[in-house]
């Protein structure tokens, strides 16, 4: 196929693969303390819209400035993943509603094992289930310069039912579960230290926070579903689906369209733009809810300690627990890295300022902490 232009790269590039690629390491940062709480739904979650966010982000590269079809083994395979992103992000946000729904609901404190082990095998049917059902169904490629490889959906009449009603109609669930979580929440709330006391890896925070992102999927998983089926079919009418060999006509066949083309309509340039950000943003808010947590903040210590005893830096003992010791801990870390570089360098005056800055702080932080109450 020969264009009238020459390949127009995205003049915001690199904005777009940056952001995918901190998406898809920050969605993974959570992922070892929600296994332990046997959390498959937000396990889900993370996976689903961190490898989104790797497949946006190789796509960004390889077709930036270009439309060749150079890899139709990856676009096959990636193309049918995005297609169960899409379901499986609102999916997998069903399985955390509908679980903290049945914490706040739950008559009894004990749970079993097999109970745990019986959630855990729904929370997989639907959160995988539904999305490679969704995936099942055969669908070729376009490829877009600046954007990638994107699944080729022809508008028929079995499409709505077959793949683009699947996150409204999860949305739709999604926002009952929501919605019933948050009134159970409200009329149970005396009894609710009691109800996550038998939830030993479920603590009071971690708990506010996935209700935090129930509250946020109520607000954008529905409408961003209706919102999607509307702007990619905007101005195209439903074809008249005769028969599957019909439709799978020309299989091979792989369109291509140059940035002039589909930035030419409003609708089809937000359509394209909005398929392929929300996954490092589903990706990136995840990590803003969950990433700050208590049990990440002990991470990122115990991480920064692992790297600091590559410089001969060891952590003092201390005694009694608190946030402010944490912090002391790393500001006495960074003293000692200051101190070391500072005696390989010619400006001794400058170090000692800030060396003296950095006493200051520590002693600071030191002395709030003696005084503070430890924060559990």
Not at 84 to 99: K, Q
Not at 255 to 272: C, D, G, R
Request: charged share 15%.
């Amino acid at each position: 196929m020969i264009f009238p232009l020459a390949p127009q790269p995205d003049p915001t590039y690199p904005l777009f693969p940056i952001f995918a690629f901190l998406g898809f390491l920050l969605a993974l940062v959570p992922l070892p303390w929600h296994l332990q709480a046997w959390n498959a739904g937000t396990c889900m979650y993370m996976l689903w819209a961190s490898l989104a966010s790797l497949v946006e982000f190789v796509d960004s590269i390889v077709w930036n400035g270009s439309l060749k079809d150079a890899a139709p083994v990856w676009c096959d395979i990636s193309t049918k993943f995005l297609i169960g992103a899409g379901v499986g992000i609102p999916a997998s946000s069903l399985c955390i509603a509908r679980r903290l729904y049945k914490i706040t609901s739950v008559s009894t404190v004990s749970v079993t094992r097999k109970e745990k082990l019986r959630s855990v095998y729904i929370d997989v049917a639907i959160a995988m289930g539904i999305p490679v059902i969704v995936m099942a169904l055969r669908h070729r490629y376009n490829i877009i310069e600046n954007v990638g490889c994107t699944p080729d959906i022809w508008n028929t009449a079995p499409a709505y039912p077959l793949v683009f009603m699947w996150p409204v109609l999860l949305g739709c669930i999604t926002f009952v579960y929501a919605a019933l979580t948050l009134r159970t929440f409200y009329m149970h709330r005396v009894r609710f230290n009691q109800v996550l006391s038998s939830n030993t890896s479920l603590t009071v925070s971690r708990y506010l926070r996935l209700i935090l992102l129930c509250c946020v999927e109520m607000a954008l998983v529905l409408p961003l579903g209706a919102f999607s089926i509307y702007i990619n079919t905007a101005g195209l009418h439903i074809a008249r689906w005769v028969s599957w060999s019909n439709t799978h006509y020309n299989f091979s066949f792989v369109e291509l369209f140059p940035t002039y083309v589909w930035q030419a309509k409003l609708a089809s340039h937000v359509a394209i733009e909005m398929g392929r950000w929300i996954y490092p943003c589903s990706a990136i808010l995840f990590f803003m809810l969950f990433g700050f947590a208590e049990e990440a903040r002990r991470c990122y210590v115990g991480a920064f300690w692992k790297a600091a005893k590559a410089f001969g830096i060891s952590p003092k003992p201390s005694s009694g627990k608190g946030r402010m010791k944490g912090y002391a801990s790393v500001l006495d870390a960074i003293k000692h890295l200051l101190t070391a570089l500072c005696s390989g360098l010619r400006a001794p005056s400058r170090c000692r300022t800030a060396q003296l800055a950095m006493s200051s702080l520590h002693t600071l932080l030191q002395r709030t902490c003696a005084r503070s109450a430890p924060i559990l």
